[in-house]
């Protein structure tokens, strides 16, 4: 519940693939648009658009890196503020970001070539595979067997959703450690929750288990297999899952940031669980995938993967959005993209790619709240150009309530026990605070219904019989009430 509530730089640009005067300056001005017409998630009906540099202050963004890609090419790609601010290392197209979620992509993309050499079956329980360890079926399983299509769509119903990493330092736990929740690791054990293929539930645990299958079988580090069967094929040869990023000059390696500015102990985490969050790369590469992805979907390219895979991978396998190692978005009119977001500590980044025409954006982020400025960036790109559906952003009217009472609804109220939503008064504004986060203000749609513009989310304050507020629903992501306590 906590991760999902309200979660003056130099710039660096290299635009891409363009060969004359005219499509220079025709870019620069796309750039430029891209760069002023940042809007919130939700809006007042009074609101304009932002620029990029001032959202990146406003939200204590260190650095953010972005390209573009429209009709199958790379049209640009620039960097933004500071890889590392204390060293005064900017950001450029270069600069490598944890990928954190997204390196699930590219492991299916590894995964699916092992199936399509012939090496694996899909559809086989996974003890066939594995060697160094087994799943522990249990009754909780049903008697179904698990197989590598329920691990990469996420429909193996396995425990661990996430994982944390490792500071510098720490003790780094093996593959069998992370899989069994044995010290040194920090995250429990990979176990059955429920029978396979029931219904979908994202679990990294079940990516590291795909993990380890590959390692298995090829007989190789997961990173050498990696970059000879995938990266490097696909000319993603800036990228890297070796952990930490030792391959690679330290200075293309970004550091990660607290949502307060701070930076992360050690620069970064460590994560051994590389199939689930270890890929470092940068949007210029990722691209490359996106683009490959495109045009092995129609038969054009097969660089790595066959039409005939590529199709399987981008095709939901047990609901109508997980793929495998993709999620799909689809639309009344037959518009679909693959897409996947990416966490790790102190990072954050998205891609989008369009399925039939070409088209693409990615964006990383170095800094824990950059989930809050990825929509903006989004909005304004699909604006700029015409990318269908991905401006996410809706307009809701505001009306004047009066100051006695917005006074009224200040106090705490109790979301989950010691995670208290604050609200506050300010110059006949409101204000909402949630444990451990800033303060951000909440607009009025009516009198006791308020609305977020950083995040689709809605307050309602409510009374009680003698008239007095008792608590506030949250409306996000699900309804949470929250008793007003003091």
């Known amino acids: 519940m906590k991760s999902t509530i309200f979660s003056g730089a130099l710039a660096l640009v290299s635009i891409v693939g363009l060969t004359t005067c005219g499509r220079i300056s025709d870019t ?37 890196s972005i390209a573009i890609i429209h009709n199958y090419k790379i049209e640009w790609a620039k960097g933004y503020g500071w890889a590392d601010d204390s060293l005064k290392i900017p950001v450029t197209t270069q600069t490598l970001f944890q990928a954190g979620s997204i390196s ?55 425990t661990v959703h996430g994982f944390g990493g490792y500071e ?35 679990s990294g645990g079940g990516i590291t288990i795909s993990q380890l299958i590959v390692m ?17 094929p696909l000319g993603m040869t800036a990228s890297t899952y070796q952990q930490p990023p030792t391959d690679k000059a330290p200075k293309l390696v970004s550091a990660a940031y607290y949502s307060d500015g701070k930076q992360v102990k050690g620069k970064y985490h460590i994560y051994p669980e590389q199939a689930a969050a270890g890929l470092w790369t940068n949007p210029t590469d990722l691209c ?10 129609m038969g054009k390219s097969h660089k790595v993967l066959s039409q005939q895979m590529t199709n399987l991978m981008l095709t939901p396998y047990a609901n109508e959005s997980a793929a495998l190692g993709v999620f799909i978005d689809s639309y009344p009119d037959s518009t679909k993209y693959f897409e996947h977001g990416g966490v790790d500590e102190g990072f954050i980044s998205q891609y989008y790619g369009s399925i039939e025409d070409g088209n693409g954006l990615v964006i990383m982020v170095n800094t824990a709240n950059g989930g809050n400025l990825i929509p903006e960036i989004v909005n304004s790109i699909a604006k700029v150009y015409g990318f269908k559906y991905l401006n996410h952003s809706k307009t ?15 106090g705490q109220y109790e979301l989950e026990p010691r995670y208290i939503l604050t609200i506050s008064k300010e110059d006949g504004n409101l204000f909402v605070q949630a444990t451990g986060q800033e303060k951000v203000e909440i607009f009025p749609e009516s009198e006791s219904k308020f609305f977020l513009k950083i ?28 008793k007003k306590v003091k």
Not at 55 to 62: D, G, K, L, P
Not at 139 to 155: C, D, E, R, V, Y
Not at 172 to 185: C, E, N, R, S
Not at 186 to 191: E, G, M
């Open 288 to 297: 490359k995938y996106i683009i490959e992805t495109q045009l092995a979907y």
């Open 168 to 202: 510098k330092g720490d003790a780094i736990p093996t593959i069998l450690q992370v899989l069994d929740g044995k010290k040194p690791a920090n995250s429990p054990a990979v176990r059955s929750m429920y029978e396979p293929g029931l219904k979908y539930e994202y």
């Open 396 to 410: 809701i009217k505001t009306v004047d309530v009066p100051d006695s009472v917005l006074q009224n609804y200040s």
């Open 28 to 64: 620069a001005e796309k750039i430029q648009q891209v760069e002023n017409n940042l809007t919130t998630v939700i809006q007042s009906e009074n609101d304009g658009t932002y620029n990029l540099k001032d959202r990146m202050t406003y939200y204590h963004i260190h650095g953010v």
């Open 216 to 232: 298995d079988i090829t007989h190789e580090p997961y990173e050498k297999f990696m970059y000879d069967n995938v990266l490097k």
């Open 104 to 158: 699930k992509s590219l492991n299916s993309v590894g995964v699916l070539k092992l199936a399509q050499d012939k090496k694996i079956d899909l559809y086989t329980d996974i003890n066939t595979y594995l060697r160094s360890w087994k799943f522990p079926h249990a009754p909780l399983s049903k008697g179904k067997k698990l197989t590598i299509a329920n691990l990469l769509s996420h429909t193996g119903g396995l």
């Open 455 to 482: 995040v689709d989310a809605e307050i309602e304050f409510i009374k009680g019989d003698k008239g007095q507020i008792t608590k506030l629903i949250l409306n996000q992501n699900g309804i949470h009430d929250a």
